[in-house]
């Protein structure tokens, strides 16, 4: 088959839930592999493998440690092997977004500056991750809500 303005004859063949997925597993890869780009992420000489010490900033912005960008990576990875199917990918999506959701509490109830800071996260970091928790539910709920558990319409 041939591409149409529509999209690849693999992408047809997938559902939202699958597609959301991917789009969550390529964003998070790029974003692990940003985190250790100097430039990109600004203060690299300081990345540290983990804890609030670590003063690297991706994009200038987002408090980021070897550890955070770790998970980024293996979060994009989950994203993308679980999106072969429409139930992995709405499993990813569903609790990767109640993960970012407990970080995210998580982020606002420790101090900032204490050791148990350990991923690191900053403000930045809080209000994304409230972000991806509330996105991700959003369209494990939205995109699955006419399926039955099989992936099929109901």
């Excluded at 964003?27 to 250790?36: A, E, H, I």
């Excluded at 072969?84 to 998580?106: C, E, T």
């Excluded at 101090?111 to 494990?140: K, Q, R, Y």
């Amino acid at each position: 088959m041939t591409e149409t303005n529509t999209g690849s004859a693999q992408n047809r063949g997938r559902t939202n839930i699958q597609k959301a997925s991917l789009a969550y597993g390529v964003v998070f890869l790029l974003v692990g592999v940003m985190g250790f780009i100097p430039g990109i992420t600004t203060n690299y000489e300081s990345l540290a493998g983990a804890g609030h010490h670590s003063e690297a900033l991706l994009l200038g912005i987002f408090q980021v440690s070897i550890l955070h960008n770790v998970v980024h990576l293996l979060y994009g990875v989950a994203g993308l092997l679980l999106a072969r199917s429409a139930g992995g990918a709405r499993a990813f999506m569903l609790w990767g977004g109640v993960v970012y959701l407990v970080l995210w509490i998580y982020g606002l109830v420790i101090d900032g500056e204490s050791t148990a800071n350990f991923v690191p996260l900053n403000n930045a970091d809080n209000w994304l991750h409230l972000f991806l928790g509330v996105t991700m539910i959003g369209l494990a709920l939205l995109l699955t809500r006419s399926r039955d558990r099989a992936g099929r319409p109901a």
